[in-house]
T-cell receptor, first 114, second 112 residues
Framework: GAGVSQSPRYKVAKRGQDVALRCDPI?????LFWYQQALGQGPEFLTYFQNEAQLDKSGLPSDRFFAERPEGSVSTLKIQRTQQEDSAVYLC????????????FGPGTRLLVL | GENVEQHPSTLSVQEGDSAVIKCTYSDSASNYFPWYKQELGKGPQLIIDIRSNVGEKKDQRIAVTLNKTAKHFSLHITETQPEDSAVYFC???????????FGIGTKLQVIP
């Protein structure tokens, strides 16, 4: 079946612009995660949803970052007033339910803020 | 919070040789340790994982070992092939909703 998909794959934004990144998890997956991966680094946790509930947003770096999953399926990560340090790959992952199950990652959105 | 350290950061091996990547974690409550392979322009892909109730797991050419007492775990790839070239990440989780903490990654190059 289809894996996790993300769009756009690449995004160039001018500093100060708002951006919205979309994640389509694997159908039926309850858990959804967002990670930020800086160049040459491992992914770092941003936020977690169980269905439509955002249960952990401790990794969001500032109040400019906002995520939602209103119907418990598709999720959007929004970054307001982008800054150069926001440049990174944003990865989405989903898993079947809470517990020790595999996280399946999407290809990521590469964001470049000029 | 959890801290995962990984080394080496780069590793070059001749095709057919073995490759070993080592990681340590800080939080003794962590009980799930996945390993991911990331190819250029792609998201991480799980290649093997191990839970804290076992000390070793093997899947064809890939094996992982876990030492809970020392809080370290390792990935072993035998008979390496050029298609094994990628960045490998170790990670640790305390289960529950599975917030995963990743290491910095090891860039593996297999030389034909």
């Amino acid at each position: 079946g289809a894996g996790v998909s993300q769009s756009p794959r690449y995004k160039v934004a001018k500093r100060g612009q708002d951006v919205a990144l979309r994640c389509d998890p694997i159908s039926g997956h309850v858990s959804l995660f967002w990670y930020q991966q800086a160049l040459g680094q491992g992914p770092e946790f941003l936020t977690y949803f169980q269905n439509e509930a955002q249960l952990d947003k401790s990794g969001l770096p500032s109040d400019r970052f906002f995520a939602e999953r209103p119907e418990g399926s598709v999720s959007t990560l929004k970054i307001q007033r982008t800054q150069q340090e926001d440049s990174a790959v944003y990865l989405c992952a989903s898993s079947t339910h809470e517990g020790q199950e595999t996280q399946y990652f999407g290809p990521g959105t590469r964001l470049l803020v000029l | 919070g959890e801290n995962v350290e990984q080394h080496p950061s780069t590793l070059s091996v001749q095709e057919g040789d073995s490759a070993v990547i080592k990681c340590t974690y800080s939080d003794s409550a962590s009980n799930y340790f996945p390993w991911y392979k990331q190819e250029l322009g792609k998201g991480p892909q799980l290649i093997i994982d191990i839970r804290s109730n076992v000390g070793e797991k093997k899947d064809q050419r890939i094996a992982v070992t876990l030492n809970k007492t020392a809080k370290h775990f390792s990935l072993h790839i035998t008979e390496t092939q050029p298609e094994d070239s990628a960045v490998y990440f170790c990670a640790a989780s305390k289960g529950g909703y599975q917030k995963v903490t990743f290491g910095i990654g090891t860039k593996l190059q297999v030389i034909p």
